[in-house]
């Protein structure tokens, strides 16, 4: 969800670092203004940890079915999806541009008795160091960087052959600004007014486009819908108006 703002970090968006920065604080308030991510997450790592586990062939109902893949969360924030992916067995690194969010990280990692290798840095500095990933989650991500290409491309050099990307986005449509925009930050106060710019929002199709020309193979999408009923998110084949997620492969 966030950039750099160390030099020579080329997709770096510094305006888009600064708002997330502003929030470092409340990461793990389930009240607070990532209060939508918190509600997401079950959604997230269903989708998440299914796609690992068919790809690796591992088994979910085993105490660490991912030990021995090495993950990258780019964008961790406070560790939301680290710290799920280090409790099944993976080794994680965490990166994030905003530095304030680093320590929050590492100290609610510590608190909750795991081990996580957490960076200030971005996926470009990570693939210039040779940095190398069975996996790399690069969740609500894409739409704050300043140039999305370049940005894919570096998470295509992060992964091994074989290696798995989970990319989710927001699409750009006249829903997503009603849901995403009017509704998630005027309407129901989710998010501070200006956290998200429709017009970087990215169509499944564009994504896609932008991922083969990262040179990763899509292999599947999906929409996270969510019901203002049950407050709940659930992963839907067919529904990708707003909020959705991709799989693909570094063959």
């Known amino acids: 969800m966030h950039a750099n703002t160390a030099p020579g970090t080329g997709t770096v968006d510094a305006a888009e670092v600064a708002k997330f920065e502003a929030m470092a604080a409340e990461w793990w308030d389930p009240n607070g ?15 998440i940890t299914r796609q690992i586990a068919a790809e690796f062939g591992r088994d979910l109902t085993t105490q660490q079915p991912f ?38 990280a590492k100290l609610h990692a510590e608190q909750s008795g795991l081990t996580i290798d957490y960076r200030n840095t971005t996926a470009e ?10 996996v790399v989650l ?7 960087v300043s140039d999305p290409l370049a940005y894919l491309t570096a998470c295509h050099d992060l992964l091994k052959p074989g290696g798995l990307m989970i990319c989710s986005t927001l699409n750009r449509n006249p829903k997503s600004f009603a849901m995403a925009i009017v509704g998630a930050e005027y309407v129901m106060r989710w998010l501070p007014k200006g956290t998200h710019d429709w017009q970087k929002f990215i169509t499944p199709d564009e994504l896609y486009d932008l991922i083969r020309r990262a040179g990763l193979d899509p292999v ?17 084949d067919r529904d990708l108006s707003v909020n959705y997620v991709t799989a693909s492969l570094r063959r």
């Open 220 to 236: 599947d999408r999906k929409g996270m819908v969510f019901n203002p009923i049950t407050w709940r998110w659930s992963i839907s």
């Open 67 to 104: 030990a021995g893949l090495r993950l990258l969360d780019i964008g961790c924030g406070g560790g939301l999806l680290s710290e799920p992916m280090a409790r099944l067995g993976a080794t994680v690194v965490g990166a994030d541009a905003a530095p304030r969010n680093i320590p929050v």
């Open 125 to 134: 500095a990570l693939a210039e160091a040779g940095e190398r990933f069975d």
């Open 33 to 47: 203004k990532f209060k939508p991510l918190h509600n997401m997450n079950p959604c997230r790592l269903d989708y």
């Open 138 to 144: 690069n969740m609500e991500v894409v739409e704050h």
